[in-house]
């Protein structure tokens, strides 16, 4: 996974997203989570815009 980013960087890429389907064996547990890279201000915001995009278009809940 590490060198995913190492590829996007030399590509030039604006963004780098990596979408992840988690799994958990408690019944209880639901919602999705959005990781960003915390020294990075548009990530964070991006981060953010997406996860209450997708909360709203998918009407699920947020893990945080």
Known sequence: ???R???ANNA???L???IHHNRSKDPN???ICAN???ASENGI???ILFLKGFIT?????SRV
């Open 45 to 47: 915001r991006f981060d």
């Open 16 to 18: 780098f997203i990596s």
């Open 1 to 3: 996974m590490a060198v």
């Open 36 to 38: 960003c890279y915390s």
């Open 29 to 31: 547990a639901s919602g």
């Open 12 to 14: 030039g890429a604006d």
């Open 5 to 7: 980013p190492v590829i």
């Open 57 to 61: 278009g998918w009407d699920c809940s």
